[in-house]
């Protein structure tokens, strides 16, 4: 979905029509983030004076890292943004004017927040989006979670299988070996099952009792089905 800014004016524009940014104008959601002298192109009118614009290939080289980082985190399309006809002027042409920001505000991360939790173990910024699963991000993770699971713990395992199993999760494997990862269940766990040792993948764990082993495993859950 496209940005939106939340003015009002009498200017107008028709589809088609090449405009640019005044100066001075700051994102409506980033507001650290300038819009002045980005040009584009009026693809959509709504009303009398709000207009979809479409950023220009040279506008979109141009613009800050940090605002398509956050694009993408927030699901949004950065090629296009809502405007109204104040904020904008036509484009007359010329090289073009770009403001940058001056100083970039980064959200302090919340413990309380799932996706943020999840960046501390990566030591990542609120900027950044959460990293695509693979080899080195598994090994971080798992050292992460070798430090801050308690073992043992109850859970079920094969849930999803539709035969869910109790299980008492005693470890990560051995601290001093390579640790357990599997390049298609992601990190591997032992577990106690009718009195022996077996493998299950930490993923698929389900209903663990007690905290914070819950969180803990909750959060590698979403990232590891959603990043992979």
């Not at 405009?19 to 009398?48: N, Q, S």
């Not at 004076?49 to 506008?59: A, G, N, V, Y």
């Not at 959200?107 to 939790?117: E, I, Y």
Request: glycine share 8%.
């Amino acid at each position: 979905m496209a940005k939106e800014s939340k003015r009002h004016s009498g200017r107008t524009f028709k589809i088609g029509d090449k405009v640019r940014v005044k100066h001075g104008f700051m994102d409506v959601d980033y507001p650290d983030m300038p819009l002045g002298g980005w040009a584009g192109t009026v693809t959509d009118i709504e009303g009398a004076d709000t207009f979809t614009i479409r950023w220009s290939k040279e506008t979109l080289k141009a613009i800050h890292p940090v605002f398509l980082k956050r694009c993408e985190i927030d699901g949004l399309d950065p090629e296009e943004y809502v405007l109204t006809g104040d904020d904008l002027v036509p484009d007359t042409g010329g090289p073009l004017d770009i403001e940058q920001p001056t100083k970039i505000t980064t959200r302090p991360l919340s413990p309380r927040d799932q996706d943020d939790r999840i960046r501390m173990i990566f030591e990542l910024t609120s900027n950044d989006p959460l990293p695509a699963v693979d080899d080195d991000m598994l090994d971080t993770y798992h050292r992460y979670l070798a430090k801050q699971l308690v073992f043992p713990f109850q859970a079920d395992s094969g849930a999803e299988y539709g035969h869910p199993e109790r299980v008492k999760v005693i470890g990560l494997g051995d601290p001093d070996e390579e640790p357990m990862i599997d390049d298609e269940y992601g990190i591997l766990c032992e577990a106690r099952l009718e009195g022996q040792v077996v493998t299950v993948p930490l993923g698929e764990l389900d209903n663990l009792k007690g905290k914070p082993n819950r969180q803990l495993v909750d959060d590698y859950c979403y990232w590891f089905h959603n990043w992979r």
